[in-house]
């Protein structure tokens, strides 16, 4: 079965930075756009970054351009998600996301698969 399991959440302080990574298994890798979301308390979910199957073509929200980048690696069937100056307004449980290659990916990403989701706390 697909298991997408996301790491690298934690507390930091504003002004710092976090990587996460999702490591994938029971896909194809290559065949899958991959993403972040996040979910803060009292608030839907929505979307971070994405990166096509090919990883050709990356797309994020506005409000982390600049601070965030996602990127994968084949090798490791890992995405990551490198989050630079954080914010306060950035605390929210971040959950990894795999959609299929045959989906016009985007920041209207509509993923087929989700990891668990991992914590992280931005302190003022």
């Known amino acids: 079965q697909v298991q997408l399991v996301e790491s690298g959440g934690g507390l930091v302080q504003a002004g710092g930075s976090l990587r996460l990574s999702c490591a994938a298994s029971?896909?194809?890798?290559?065949?899958?756009?991959m993403g972040w979301f996040r979910q803060a308390p009292g608030k839907e979910r929505e979307f971070v970054a994405a990166?096509?199957?090919?990883?050709?073509?990356?797309y994020s929200t506005d409000s982390v351009k600049g601070r965030f980048t996602v990127s994968r690696e084949y090798a490791k069937n890992t995405v990551y998600l490198q989050m630079n100056s954080l914010k306060p307004d950035d605390t929210a449980v971040y959950f990894c996301?795999?959609?299929?290659?045959?989906?016009?990916?985007?920041?209207?990403?509509?993923?087929?698969?989700w990891g668990q989701g991992t914590q992280v706390t931005v302190s003022s």
């Open positions: 990166i096509s199957w090919s990883g050709g073509s990356t």
């Open positions: 029971g896909l194809t890798f290559s065949a899958w756009n």
């Open positions: 996301a795999a959609e299929s290659r045959h989906k016009i990916t985007g920041t209207n990403m509509t993923p087929d698969y």
